[in-house]
């Protein structure tokens, strides 16, 4: 007897089951950095083991088309996974995010072009198939757009022009108006107009994936990231309406789950609504307006200086910023946490949820260099630690740590939680020069009297301080 | 009830379970939770192998888009699961000493 007849529909579904609890366990895991990787594991066992259930669906007549792929896929995402760099995560993540989207797409387009032959079909059919073709083409596009902007191929800064607005409403309107269409079209039996119309839905997303990512800038792409995350989930949902399929309906669900929650958190973290964030064009002005620019004088300090101070210091606080990324720093950043561990002084980071260019950004990276997991603290678990430490050292930060925020109500980031780094003793701002942050908006701090500035490239100027501290001790 | 509306159950319970799950994981592991659930969407896979599968082959519309789903979804799961892997070795806790 063939084996395939062993694999009745209900069999399928019971060990998508197993599939789908060994993802939830997975994930459960991932709530410590202990059971973590174990959790990847599982997860990625119920991978496999729906993939090989399913290899034996009787829908499935031939192999060849599908080895092909799946070793073609295979080579790319493994070489992909094993290149990249740990400063370059946020735009793998974008990129993965993409192509997720894009095969829920092609899935729900071959859908589409099977199921024309057993017209009329279930309305509701059309409707998940619709919605596939348009969720899936967007976060592909958008995904595709936003690794771009991360990769700074294209200018990280939001790109704005006349009639933005206007011209994603339009292409909305036209998206929902065609899909009505093409359901429409189908129930008349009007096929070859449907297919039509079909190819033209898939270009006006693919369109407008393009136009609501571009205007975003890159301070903001914590939010577009997480965001894209949620729709590359809910694509797999729609799927799984396509196909009715119901562990797919569940797995994309989870996925679109976590991926709002994380957005919500980044939206919190910098207080703007998320449509603030999609359609605001948040730091397009370079004066940033926002009342009077603060006023006193700046002091500088040289990594020698800086050095001797921190010599002194008995706790000392260091905040990551994109900065780190940019610069490489978080190497050497270890290298100086261990030296003044060593001299025995307490040192823990304080990590802003959208400190870099995604959610936990800061953490993987200090976590390649080998920073220990448990002196990283959250914004809210650090943040009244500041007025007892005697030294802050800021990398590459600036937005999250002005006190404009508290204080300035003119201020375009007034509202947003920021670490309170000026109740420290010193503080010590690494930048390359003087020009603002990315939000374009001057910063109190660098005038605040216990601020010292240690202008030049973040790397460099940890190494300054490092060299310092054992000058000292020779 | 009917099999439409059982799958809306089955949508919405997720829901709720995803919201529970994913509540409980901390903002340090945000980044391979990103990428671990990046993974997991690339459950479409299951849907691309059975339009892949198809018969028809290589010289048909549903074979080629089969091809690209299945290549598509692949890259979306080994990409997930061997980066997040990469990068959840590295989170370690040092021994006070």
Same mark, same amino acid.
């Given at each position: 007897?063939?084996?395939?007849?062993?694999?009745?529909?209900?069999?399928?579904?019971?060990?998508?089951?197993?599939?789908?609890?060994?993802?939830?366990?997975?994930?459960?895991?991932?709530?410590?950095?202990?059971?973590?990787?174990?959790?990847?594991?599982?997860?990625?066992?119920?991978?496999?083991?729906?993939?090989?259930?399913?290899?034996?669906?009787?829908?499935?007549?031939?192999?060849?088309?599908?080895?092909?792929?799946?070793?073609?896929?295979?080579?790319?995402?493994?070489?992909?996974?094993?290149?990249?760099?740990?400063?370059?995560?946020?735009?793998?993540?974008?990129? !993965?995010?993409?192509?997720?989207?894009?095969?829920?797409?092609?899935?729900?387009?071959?859908?589409?072009?099977?199921?024309?032959?057993?017209?009329?079909?279930?309305?509701?059919? $059309?409707?998940?198939?619709?919605?596939?073709?348009?969720?899936?083409?967007?976060?592909?596009?958008?995904? !595709?757009?936003?690794?771009?902007?991360?990769?700074?191929?294209?200018?990280?800064?939001?790109?704005?022009?006349?009639?933005?607005?206007?011209?994603?409403?339009?292409?909305?309107?036209?998206?929902?108006?065609?899909?009505?269409?093409?359901?429409?079209?189908?129930?008349?039996?009007?096929?070859?107009?449907?297919?039509?119309?079909?190819?033209?839905?898939?270009?006006?997303?693919?369109?407008?994936?393009?136009? !609501?990512?571009?205007?975003?800038?890159?301070?903001?792409?914590?939010?577009?990231?997480?965001?894209?995350?949620? $729709?590359?989930?809910?694509?797999?949902?729609?799927?799984?309406?396509?196909?009715?399929?119901?562990?797919?309906?569940?797995?994309?669900?989870?996925?679109?789950?976590?991926?709002?929650?994380?957005?919500?958190?980044?939206?919190?973290?910098?207080?703007?609504?998320?449509?603030?964030?999609?359609?605001?064009?948040?730091?397009?002005?370079?004066?940033?307006?926002?009342?009077?620019?603060?006023?006193?004088?700046?002091?500088?300090?040289?990594?020698?200086?800086?050095?001797?101070?921190?010599?002194?210091?008995?706790?000392?606080?260091?905040?990551?910023? $994109?900065?780190?990324?940019?610069?490489?720093?978080?190497?050497?950043?270890?290298?100086?946490?261990? $030296?003044?561990?060593?001299?025995?002084?307490?040192?823990?980071?304080?990590?802003?949820?959208?400190?870099?260019?995604?959610?936990?950004?800061?953490?993987?990276?200090?976590?390649?260099?080998?920073?220990?997991?448990?002196?990283?603290?959250?914004?809210?678990?650090?943040?009244?630690?500041?007025?007892?430490?005697?030294?802050?050292?800021?990398?590459?930060?600036?937005?999250?740590?002005?006190?404009?925020?508290?204080?300035?109500?003119?201020?375009?980031?007034?509202?947003?939680?920021?670490?309170?780094?000026?109740?420290?003793?010193?503080?010590?701002?690494?930048?390359?020069?003087?020009?603002?942050?990315?939000?374009?908006?001057?910063?109190?701090?660098?005038?605040?009297?216990?601020?010292?500035?240690?202008?030049?490239?973040?790397?460099?100027?940890?190494?300054?301080?490092?060299?310092?501290?054992?000058?000292?001790?020779? | 009830?009917?099999?439409?509306?059982?799958?809306?159950?089955?949508?919405?319970?997720?829901?709720?379970?995803?919201?529970?799950?994913?509540?409980?994981?901390?903002?340090?592991?945000?980044?391979?939770?990103?990428?671990?659930?990046?993974?997991?969407?690339?459950?479409?896979?299951?849907?691309?192998?059975?339009?892949?599968?198809?018969?028809?082959?290589?010289?048909?519309?549903?074979?080629?888009?089969?091809?690209?789903?299945?290549?598509?979804?692949?890259?979306?799961?080994?990409?997930?699961?061997?980066?997040?892997?990469?990068?959840?070795?590295?989170?370690?806790?040092?021994?006070?000493?």
């Amino acid at each position: 007897m063939d084996i395939k007849s062993y694999f009745t529909p209900d069999v399928i579904g019971a060990v998508y089951l197993i599939a789908v609890i060994l993802f939830v366990v997975g994930l459960k895991q991932l709530s410590h950095p202990r059971t973590a990787r174990n959790g990847n594991l599982l997860s990625s066992l119920g991978m496999l083991i729906g993939v090989v259930a399913t290899l034996f669906d009787k829908e499935i007549l031939r192999y060849d088309v599908i080895i092909a792929g799946i070793l073609l896929g295979a080579v790319i995402g493994t070489w992909l996974a094993k290149t990249v760099q740990m400063t370059g995560m946020p735009q793998m993540v974008a990129l !993965l995010n993409g192509f997720g989207g894009l095969a829920s797409f092609v899935v729900a387009t071959s859908e589409f072009y099977s199921r024309q032959t057993q017209f009329p079909g279930d309305l509701f059919n $059309y409707v998940t198939v619709v919605l596939s073709i348009i969720i899936g083409m967007i976060t592909f596009s958008g995904s !595709l757009i936003a690794a771009l902007k991360l990769q700074e191929v294209i200018d990280g800064k939001p790109i704005l022009f006349f009639g933005q607005k206007m011209l994603n409403a339009l292409l909305g309107i036209g998206a929902i108006v065609l899909s009505v269409t093409i359901i429409l079209n189908i129930q008349n039996g009007e096929l070859a107009n449907a297919e039509m119309m079909f190819l033209g839905l898939g270009g006006l997303a693919f369109v407008l994936g393009i136009t !609501l990512v571009i205007p975003i800038g890159g301070a903001d792409m914590p939010v577009v990231v997480s965001l894209l995350n949620s $729709y590359s989930g809910i694509a797999v949902a729609m799927t799984g309406f396509v196909l009715g399929n119901s562990a797919l309906i569940v797995v994309g669900t989870l996925v679109g789950a976590s991926g709002i929650i994380l957005t919500m958190i980044m939206t919190k973290a910098m207080n703007r609504s998320l449509l603030n964030v999609l359609f605001g064009g948040f730091g397009a002005t370079v004066s940033g307006g926002g009342g009077p620019a603060p006023t006193g004088t700046i002091k500088s300090a040289s990594p020698e200086e800086a050095g001797m101070i921190l010599d002194t210091a008995e706790s000392v606080i260091i905040v990551p910023g $994109y900065g780190m990324a940019v610069s490489q720093a978080q190497h050497v950043v270890k290298k100086l946490t261990e $030296y003044l561990q060593k001299k025995g002084k307490t040192v823990s980071f304080a990590i802003h949820p959208v400190a870099g260019r995604m959610p936990g950004h800061m953490n993987v990276l200090l976590a390649e260099a080998g920073v220990s997991y448990d002196i990283l603290y959250d914004m809210d678990q650090i943040n009244d630690q500041f007025s007892n430490t005697d030294a802050v050292i800021i990398i590459g930060a600036n937005d999250v740590v002005n006190p404009a925020a508290k204080t300035n109500p003119q201020s375009p980031i007034y509202g947003m939680p920021v670490l309170n780094v000026e109740e420290a003793r010193t503080v010590f701002m690494l930048k390359r020069s003087m020009n603002p942050g990315f939000a374009g908006i001057d910063n109190e701090l660098f005038y605040k009297n216990n601020t010292l500035m240690v202008f030049g490239d973040a790397k460099k100027t940890v190494e300054g301080f490092l060299q310092s501290l054992e000058e000292l001790d020779k | 009830m009917s099999e439409l509306m059982l799958t809306f159950y089955v949508f919405i319970i997720a829901t709720f379970l995803g919201f529970e799950v994913i509540s409980k994981v901390p903002p340090t592991l945000h980044t391979p939770l990103m990428s671990g659930s990046n993974a997991i969407s690339g459950a479409t896979i299951l849907g691309a192998l059975v339009v892949a599968g198809h018969g028809e082959g290589w010289t048909s519309l549903t074979g080629i888009l089969g091809f690209l789903a299945v290549v598509f979804a692949t890259i979306n799961v080994f990409g997930g699961y061997v980066v997040t892997d990469r990068m959840l070795q590295m989170f370690k806790r040092k021994k006070q000493d």
